[in-house]
């Protein structure tokens, strides 16, 4: 079984709020194709990294997951890339950890 979250911005590069419809959007895409989905959405988490030596960046974001037996790479990489342009990001992180079920 395979766990897939993705991360998905708040805002776009220059502060502007996305609308919600982006992310009912991709609920929608993901609930359809695998059969339900989590969103973790009331406390937007916040991403921290260093883009230079002396300049932090930060993000507010949601994650979205859904869990699959099969891990389709190929189609992955092609969501990946579409959520990448529609967030306009220069990075967008989807991420897969294998779970097992207790």
């Not at 998905?8 to 695998?34: A, H």
């Amino acid at each position: 079984m395979h766990l897939i979250q993705i991360l998905l911005p708040l805002y776009d590069n220059d502060g502007k709020p996305f609308g919600q419809d982006e992310f009912l959007r991709v609920r929608d895409d993901l609930s359809d194709r695998f059969g339900g989905i989590t969103t973790y959405m009331r406390s937007p988490a916040r991403g921290l990294w260093k883009e230079t030596r002396d300049t932090t960046v930060h993000d507010d974001i949601v994650i979205y997951e859904v869990m699959t037996d099969e891990l389709d790479r190929d189609w992955w990489k092609g969501y990946r890339e579409g959520l990448t342009a529609n967030f306009r990001q220069a990075l967008l992180i989807v991420r897969v950890s294998e779970v097992q079920l207790l």
